[in-house]
């Protein structure tokens, strides 16, 4: 065995000097000359620029002026549209009423950004209630005007007036052709519906449900609508059950199915695919937070995850009530003491 002594340290240290001067050497020649540069193609940096973080992407907005454009240009949004998204996406969240407080959740940075809003939903008393492909909709406070806002750019219009009475509401987009626009299914407790498609920038397709499907429905409004590929499912009450409207074919179904036992606050979501129900689970040893999941062959739910025991510590034999949003397997919940002003928020991953 070697003992340590000058001559291992000298050549370290010669080697640390020769790095240095490879690295100085390298860095000098590393000038991005304006002559070269100023002609690189706009589709490959428009190209590289969409596969960036979103905030690493308002950052290099204050480049120049080029960049900052990119944010409505209609190529841009193409390239965008045909990276495949693996990052978890954001969380839009308002305070009821009140859409100028909205917040945007970044799980990847664990921060909360606070978007611009537009002028005129500040004024007025409007609250989220779809959302697809990072726009959202808005209704306002007597459930007749519908909005659709992007929080991103700021920009949003207002939808014509529609003949259907509110009772739950879709939203879904057309991933594999951006220009296809999105569409949104208004559907009222009496089973009558109307679709928006922004291509035409109308109502249409009025109609009723088949007779085959029981009604009235309690529509729950405080759950969204989720949306897997083309189809969009509705949650409802007395009886239980899911009705389910595909966009490619124009067929409502439905399954009339019992929420688990002892399941309160619950709302629907979706993972890799699949229909999944969150809730608070209340029962004699402890309350928490669980996650259900529906079996294609039984149409039944099965349990696949509960929140672990010691999150749920501070609120066992209190009463609490549960709020959450839910986007693309992330789930965002508020849990909460109906006695006190205690709250716990919690960010989950259902995958």
Same mark, same amino acid.
């Given at each position: 065995m070697l003992q340590t002594g000058e001559t291992p340290l000298a050549k370290k240290a010669r080697k640390k000097q020769a790095r240095r001067k490879v690295t100085a050497t390298t860095r000098s020649t590393e000038i991005m000359k304006p002559c070269v540069w100023k002609e690189f193609p706009r589709d490959l940096y428009e190209t590289v620029i969409a596969r960036l973080p979103i905030t690493t992407f308002f950052r290099f907005r204050s480049v120049c002026q080029d960049w900052n454009s990119l944010l409505t240009s209609q190529s841009f949004s193409q390239q965008c549209a045909q990276v495949k998204q693996t990052r978890q996406p954001w969380i839009y969240a308002t305070i009821p009423g009140k859409a100028i407080d909205g917040a945007m959740y970044d799980p990847q940075s664990k921060k909360w950004y606070h978007p611009p809003v537009p002028a005129l939903l500040t004024e007025l008393i409007v609250e989220p209630v779809a959302s697809a492909g990072g726009l959202v909709c808005f209704l306002d406070s007597e459930y007749m005007t519908s909005y659709v806002c992007n929080p991103v750019t700021a920009s949003f219009k207002e939808l014509p007036a529609r003949s259907v009475d509110f009772g739950a509401i879709g939203m879904t987009v057309n991933v594999s052709s951006p220009n296809a626009g999105y569409k949104i299914v208004c559907i009222s407790c009496d089973g009558e519906y109307e679709i928006y498609d922004s291509a035409k920038n109308s109502w249409g397709c009025p109609g009723s449900l088949p007779p085959n499907i029981k009604r009235p429905l309690n529509l729950?409004?405080?759950?969204?609508? &989720?949306?897997?590929?083309?189809? /969009?499912?509705?949650?409802?009450?007395?009886?239980?059950?899911? &009705?389910?409207?595909?966009?490619?074919?124009?067929?409502?179904?439905?399954?009339?199915?019992?929420?688990?036992?002892?399941?309160?606050?619950?709302?629907?979501?979706?993972?890799?695919?699949?229909?999944?129900?969150?809730? /608070?689970?209340?029962?004699?040893?402890?309350?928490?937070?669980?996650?259900?999941?529906?079996?294609?062959?039984?149409?039944?739910?099965? &349990?696949? #995850?509960?929140?672990?025991?010691?999150?749920? /510590?501070?609120?066992?034999?209190?009463?609490?009530?549960? #709020?959450?949003?839910?986007n693309k397997g992330s789930v965002m919940m508020s849990l909460r003491s109906k006695r006190t002003s205690n709250c716990n928020n919690f960010y989950g991953d259902l995958q």
């Open positions: 729950n409004i405080k759950s969204r609508a &989720v949306s897997i590929e083309e189809t /969009l499912y509705f949650m409802h009450s007395n009886p239980d059950g899911i &009705v389910y409207y595909n966009m490619a074919t124009g067929v409502w179904k439905q399954i009339l199915i019992p929420a688990p036992l002892l399941l309160s606050d619950y709302t629907v979501a979706e993972c890799g695919g699949k229909l999944m129900l969150v809730g /608070l689970e209340n029962n004699i040893a402890s309350t928490c937070i669980s996650v259900w999941e529906l079996q294609k062959m039984t149409f039944l739910w099965k &349990v696949v #995850d509960r929140m672990p025991t010691q999150f749920c /510590l501070d609120f066992y034999g209190k009463p609490v009530e549960l #709020d959450f949003l839910a």
